[in-house]
């Protein structure tokens, strides 16, 4: 079954096509930042926080899952937080930065403690 792809953003990154989009969590107050590949063996998700009423992510990182060579699948710790504005050149930069496993791993338990406990982390993995 392919990706539904109404208002969502198309980018190409080293010869693979890829889609994008940003969602408001249900329980409000955070944004998530999704990218997949067309045939959906690829899911990022990264958390945005627009609003700091809910807290800050202190250390930035993406959720990888995947059914492919390309990428590993796990945390990635991000070099820095990806702001409320995500443009394509953020998008491909994730994606470089995963294909290069140029990105540090982490761990949920590592990770949670390092962002303070967020109750994000709980709706994310």
């Known amino acids: ?3 539904r792809t109404k ?3 198309h980018i190409s990154v080293e ?3 890829y889609i994008w989009y940003v ?7 955070w944004h998530i930042l999704h990218i997949c590949d067309t045939d959906k063996t690829l899911r990022i998700r990264v958390p945005l926080s627009p609003d700091p009423v809910y807290g800050r992510i ?3 990182f993406c959720y990888v899952s ?3 060579d390309r990428f590993h699948q796990g945390i990635f710790l991000l070099p820095s937080e990806v702001g409320g504005q995500v443009t394509p050149s953020v998008v491909a930069d994730i994606l470089k930065g995963l294909a290069a496993d140029s990105f540090e791993t982490s761990d949920y338990g590592e ?5 303070e406990d967020l109750w994000l982390f709980d709706m994310i993995f």
């Open 15 to 17: 010869g693979s096509e």
């Open 58 to 60: 202190k250390v930035p």
């Open 23 to 29: 969602l408001p969590e249900k329980e409000g107050g």
């Open 66 to 68: 995947c059914d492919c």
């Open 1 to 3: 079954m392919a990706i």
């Open 7 to 9: 208002n969502r953003r």
């Open 111 to 115: 990770l949670k403690e390092k962002n």
